[in-house]
């Protein structure tokens, strides 16, 4: 009934006893972890489990990647600063410079960097601040299935009930609008937001800003096209409202290039940073702001962690070794083909089973959350940590470190398809019934 | 002209570029900081700063602590984990161990801890929503020159107008009441908000929660009383409503003790923990929650950084070196002690000057902003970093560390003399014109 | 250049130099009325009009009906009440009698009366306050193109940008809905709906309620259809929210029955009524309420005019005079064919132009709204008052009374038929340019 | 058991059968209402009642005044116009001239006229959506026991916690501030909203408007002074917000004035007028407006019974017949003394009893809901219509008719005083066990 020996199990009494009941991973993955590395988590048993989670894209390059480590350790052991609110230090210029030169610059993007506290919801709090003062309007567009956070700005624009019902109170200031494919693939979600935009009896406001995510990690990675991302960038241009990208989850490679839509030929207004921004899965997140929208006042957004520079060595240190050139892209799109092919296979013998996503953003639309949590369940005992997304939790959704060997990832998968074949049959003739 | 030389010049050419406007501290402080130890700082061009700010707060037992960067860096060469979302990990265990037998139990504390995101607006954001999910109301009664944070739900609780200014939409959901002294000292604030709330036409609805600093620390250092906090608590209870206390700059020994509101007698449903509970000013941020009011779904309130696994190791620590016993406590009380003194004497060569707060959280009314801003000026210009705060910045705050030897401290405090006696009489005739 | 005489204009310096600008309808005829009978305005200066607007649809039965009068000066004269709170008087309980007797039971409707004040946002912000009541929830669906009153309540349901841009605030609580054809008559809306409702991660949070024009008069004209309005009230049903028909403007015989929706088989939970419910152009309005969800409390809703007698006495009669049989509705239904026969003709001439609506609400969508202004224009200045409503204010739109006799229909469409002549060519030409 | 005959009950079956709940006067007032003649109301059963209640102060001049019911009759039998949405009508052009040459000019008064719609709720929506519009800000500033309507905009102004909670959802965009003497007589409510606006940490932001009864009807007689009347007045110019004085039930005479603050030197940017507009108790309701904030666009506040033309013929009935010269003035004013003299006698057999109020607008504070309630229903047993107001319902509240002869006015004194009589020992007693 345990999946852990006696030492996990006694360890977890404290946890039982002094945690709060809003824990949740701990609850799918029901172990004690004491170490990581790479591809890999180690439990206090010794057992070790693939990672196909990767703090939910955070790990993009691993547990421990040994250069941010010695980095790390080299900064503490000289009695680097480690908090600094946003004063200069030498490690923040250092990480600033290194993203103007390996990512900014690159891509000819003028975006001004704000740090505005570590979490994901910072800066999507900061950008629809920002947009609403640069618009003097309200309305914030968000999509279908969207997550942005859990703080009430940034909730106010989450899809999910279940998040959303946590919040006690309205959460007003959005109109939602379909993400591509929210009514089937014959709708064109484009021409109706369009046309509520256009006509002032819609009772749409004047939006101030879009925000979107290029895939929806949370939402079931659904990964919006070229097309419908430029359509989605001249609504905010020709409305007058900024375009903000949520770029959290997909970005810092996750889709094959930093950020998840270098292919599609916009030029966000806002872009948000986190999750895999540090590097290393520490605390960091940023805004990015087309120069002439940072119209912020000194301090008018500010926070106590915005000088988090354990995680400004680490982020450089990242940046200058997979991000100077272009061999690191090109092996995660390769990875990713590798990914898609496996998940294809696995997907073709579930019944009605559909592949999503894009890059090492994908995962397999089982059809039912049951039968998603079942397999992952499985995938669990049988060394390989893995979860669901989705508005049903319907689709198992493979996150792995994006420098995740071919070996693991290979395992990984036939894990995942052994856990398939074990539940797979059998759910289905349940539903069926 | 310049603070810095060439070198800090040049550095800081990037944050012109290419770091937003939002930024704030660094407009004060205008050098490069590159190390710190203790409580002083260095910036990269070798010269040293005695730290009278202490990262607001956030730096409680000084820079670098050696116990902290030895654990720290243990746990990294041992590739522990550094981001593992909210699953169990060792390290995780033995802080929630610590806290429980080194914080929880001795104070006869049952609550629970939830890991809300590193941020202090996590906690506030989470306190609320949790206040409004129990009680099933919406009003939170927020306090005069309180600060809560910069998301969209800690802001609407925050009075800071410039902050406010930011949001570019209503701040919504709360009333707000005068904290002990806003009407001046001989109006009963208490005896107000009795009689707003037992009028059932005041137009003030049933409150879900209060949320209240016991010493407002960005609001001028107003120090509550035992007996307002009481009568707070009292309210709270009397008309169904949960009571918060916002422990987040005042916490962590700040005051004198642990928790600063110990000697007061309250039991707080909710108490919110950031900036110095990590121990070494690592993103860490919790929420303490009564467990009859742990009602919260799994995942119901999430977050990517709720693991933030440094911050474990080292606030573990910290809990270790500074609270087993008393001896850490009765340092800080005689040092709050000591630095009372000095800025009384320091109060009493300015017209009009009073001090404010308690422990090692105090500062000086010097009576004006400017005067307030031109003496932290000098004195960072004479190797003192120190900040104002209050409604009309019109409060030099001290924020030392908690163990600063005393020699420093002096050494501050006559930098900080010193800076007085430059400005004090000069502004003062100004003003007189 | 001036539409009336030196008297007219004489008269009229007043209402430049008091009312305010917010003053609408006379700006389109700019003329001084006093006299009105039947279907028929006259000016000071003897001039007549017809009347194609009815005061919006508040004049079914016309001006001053000859047997509302007799009984109002009986009333009047016999000192009967004129105000009255909500107290119980003989002519309110006459008028309830009657109401119940030749409205409700024989049409099987169980629904308890409101008297929420005597405007139409007064039923409507009653609805949505009772709605969010009920469910415990906030959010309330309205539809594109929807209009429901100008108070703060009501006006956030109210989809006209111009309207909603008095607010000066933001408008909250609402989700909007496609109306039936909003995205064109090939996309099924009640699908899109269905699937927003159904999808957990929407965003769209469960609703207290729809709300419902059967056909939009400010929107367009836009009648739904039968299946459209019974998807509608079984997509409330479904997820748990209330359904209210907002009658206001298409209520009491507008399309040929009392109410719009008689014949969709549909049985609405909350139903407004106002305009035409006194039968004589006075303020009166009332919400119907299942009786399972009349949970008010004794004055949890009030209001000063709840008891407007005289209009007691006027709807009496009306009810009594048009509603004891089927003749009038007949009548209406006849007299609707006509009309729409005559708008087709009208229309035929016209590139482009539709006719939209049902029953005694009709009109012509002419394009543009510069055509549709020519054309009412040029209406006004042969004698017919006339005027535009649709998102653009595109669509021409006869509001006659329901009892206009055929001739003066006839003389009215045929002014209507000479201003189209004169303008639609001209202005499809300037179009083509 | 029953307060009427059999003929009354039988009516009153239809009333239980199909009005709603929310019904609230005809709870105390337990009869059928037929007729009513100056200051005195007749049931069906020939009961005649002393008004003491003046619908709500919207019966000033009586009820069936027979000048304005001459008039009246004469419109209509004229065919005069009975319902113009907010077209230009004769009976309009003469009511706007006398209310400029009877009301404004003498005052020296240059507001514009806004019909809003005929219900209270109508100007205090339309003078916050003004004050939002002008200032560009959001909170409005209300007051402790304020009442100012029903409908969501009026209703977040209001005080009252049973109205308020009818609203099923927040009510927002308020701050709450004391009425003078909301905390006793010694504390300096206007220093107080002084120091919040004045504090830039306060947590109030900017108003966009005070709103402000000169009485508070509802909110239990409390009257404020000059002094502080004047205070607000400064404290709305000094923070660039609009004064909006709401005189719907202080108004049209009911202190002794046309406008109750006429004595008090100030000069409101928004007055709403509604109650006793009309003359006669028809619906009619109006925003005086400062010329320089007439900044509506046509429409963008409208409304379908803005052009009740009855009300405009009895309105200017009204002003001609009481206010061309001071008679009525000052006969107000001295049935104001003779009232007060009255209410004194009585209020000095109660103990602890005060009373509150001024001109013909007053009432005794019995120090209780329960005894309040006992009076009045005691006295509508022996023919006297009397209600209580008061945030615990503690205050007999008086509103006759201005012009009741001194010998009813004496006779329904005498009827309280009887009631007061047989009451106040029984429960006084009862609360001191």
Request: aromatic letters at 6%; proline letters at 4%.
């Amino acid at each position: 009934m345990t999946n852990s020996t006696q030492t996990s199990a006694k360890t977890k009494e404290i946890f039982a006893r002094r945690e709060s009941e809003a824990r949740s991973y701990c609850r799918s993955f029901d172990t004690v972890f004491s170490k990581a590395k790479g591809s890999v988590l180690t439990d206090t048993d010794g057992k070790e489990y693939i990672d196909f989670l990767a703090g939910c894209s955070s790990l993009n390059y691993g547990h421990n990647d040994p250069d941010m480590q010695a980095a790390l350790i080299e900064h503490i052991q000289g009695d680097g600063i480690t908090h600094a609110l946003d004063m200069f230090t030498d490690a923040k210029a250092k990480f600033l410079t290194a993203f103007e030169e390996i990512i900014l610059k690159p891509r000819g993007m003028d975006h001004k960097v704000m740090m505005t506290g570590p979490t994901g919801a910072n800066p999507v709090e900061a950008a629809i601040k920002l947009a609403r003062k640069v618009t003097g309007r309200h309305t914030i567009i968000s999509f279908t299935n969207g997550f942005h956070g859990m703080t009430m700005g940034a909730l106010s624009l989450t899809g999910n009930a279940g998040k959303r019902g946590g919040a006690g109170a309205p959460l007003d200031g959005v109109a939602r609008m379909p993400y591509e494919g929210a009514f089937g693939p014959d709708v064109d979600t484009l021409a109706q937001i369009e046309m509520l935009l256009s006509n002032p009896s819609s009772g749409i406001d004047a939006p101030a800003a879009f925000i979107v995510e290029p895939v929806q990690g949370e939402g079931g990675l659904n990964a919006a096209s070229k097309e419908w991302m430029q359509g989605i960038a001249r609504l905010a241009r020709d409305h007058g409202a900024l375009l903000i990208v949520d770029d959290i989850q997909a970005g810092c490679g996750r889709t094959g290039t930093f950020f998840s839509f270098e292919e599609f030929g916009i030029d966000p207004d806002l872009i948000t940073q986190a999750k895999s921004f540090s590097g290393m899965g520490l605390p960091f997140a940023a805004l990015l702001i087309k120069p002439q929208h940072d119209i912020w006042k000194p301090a008018e957004h500010n926070g106590t962690f915005r000088g988090n520079t354990h995680a400004f060595v680490t982020a450089r240190v990242a940046l200058e070794k997979f991000w100077k050139n272009d061999a690191f892209e090109k092996d995660v799109q390769a990875k990713g083909d590798r990914l898609a092919e496996g998940l294809e296979r696995i997907a073709a013998t579930i019944p009605g089973a559909t592949t999503k996503g894009r890059g090492m953003f994908r995962g397999i639309d089982v059809g039912s959350g049951d039968l998603a949590a079942a397999i992952c369940g499985t995938c669990f005992e049988e060394g390989l940590v893995i979860e669901t997304s989705g508005a049903h939790d319907e689709v198992v959704k493979v996150l792995a470190p994006l420098n995740i060997p071919d070996a693991l990832l290979d395992r990984g998968l036939d894990i995942l398809a052994d856990a398939v074949k074990r539940h797979a049959p059998t759910i289905t003739t349940m539903a069926a019934e």
